[in-house]
């Protein structure tokens, strides 16, 4: 999805935050930003959407800049379980069904 | 049941040959979707259905593929003919309604479809 850069992977230690940088400076002003996450051998997994302010759920915390620009996805307490692929997404609803990932961010948890 | 469920988790067919994958949406989902994975790639949409409308079927590769959601519930996926070109994780997602703005899908584990 050439609306969204993440990096390709990153790497964090086990009990610590991991925070999940995505770009998207082409932003249109009624697209959400979503995030989901691939666990291997599983499917996508829904996390949190935000429009312009900071959403926080049982899963975790996104923070959109300003500009809306970019955001990030952040995990407070980051576990083994946590490892997996995460996808930054853009989507306005309504008749934009189609999701459209792109290569997203491998999240390696540490012990 | 709590989830999204799809049949069987793998699958390994012979060129030419016909199958078949299910899926069974979250009680009270109106909205379904189809997708494939090819290995390294990303998500390719392929059906949606939404209540009693018409199904969108432009993302259907070719005329071997067909979709059919029963009574707005369970959905099959058959592929006829296969060829090896197929081989993918097949995943079918739910959600409460076609607004995905409010919305998260839910996907099930997906059908690894493997033509040989």
């Known amino acids: 999805d050439a609306k969204t850069t993440q990096p390709t992977s990153m790497d964090c230690a086990e009990g610590r935050a991991a925070n999940l940088p995505c770009n998207h400076s082409t932003i249109s002003g009624n697209e959400y930003v979503y995030w989901y996450r691939q666990i291997h051998s599983q499917g996508p997994q829904y996390i949190i959407h935000?429009?312009?302010n900071n959403e926080t759920n049982e899963m975790a915390s996104l923070i959109i800049t300003e500009d809306r620009k970019s955001s990030t996805l952040i995990l407070p307490h980051a576990t083994l379980r946590d490892t997996a692929v995460y996808y930054c997404m853009l989507n306005s609803g309504g008749s934009n069904y189609k999701l459209t990932f792109g290569k997203g961010t491998l999240l390696t948890v540490n012990p | 049941g709590a989830g999204v469920s799809q049949s069987p988790s793998n699958k390994v067919t012979e060129k030419g040959k016909d199958v078949e994958l299910r899926c069974d949406p979250i009680?009270?989902?109106?909205?379904l979707y189809w997708y494939r994975q090819s290995l390294g790639q990303g998500l390719e949409f392929l059906i949606y259905f939404q209540g009693n409308s018409a199904p969108d079927k432009s993302g259907l590769p070719s005329d071997r593929f067909s979709a059919e959601r029963t009574g707005g519930s369970v959905s099959t996926l058959t592929i006829q003919r296969t060829q090896q070109e197929d081989s993918a994780v097949y995943l079918c997602?739910?959600?409460?309604?076609?607004?995905?703005?409010?919305?998260?899908?839910?996907f099930g584990s997906g059908t690894r479809l493997t033509v040989v």
């Open positions: 009680s009270g989902h109106t909205a």
């Open positions: 935000g429009l312009k």
């Open positions: 997602a739910s959600s409460l309604a076609q607004i995905t703005a409010n919305y998260g899908y839910t």
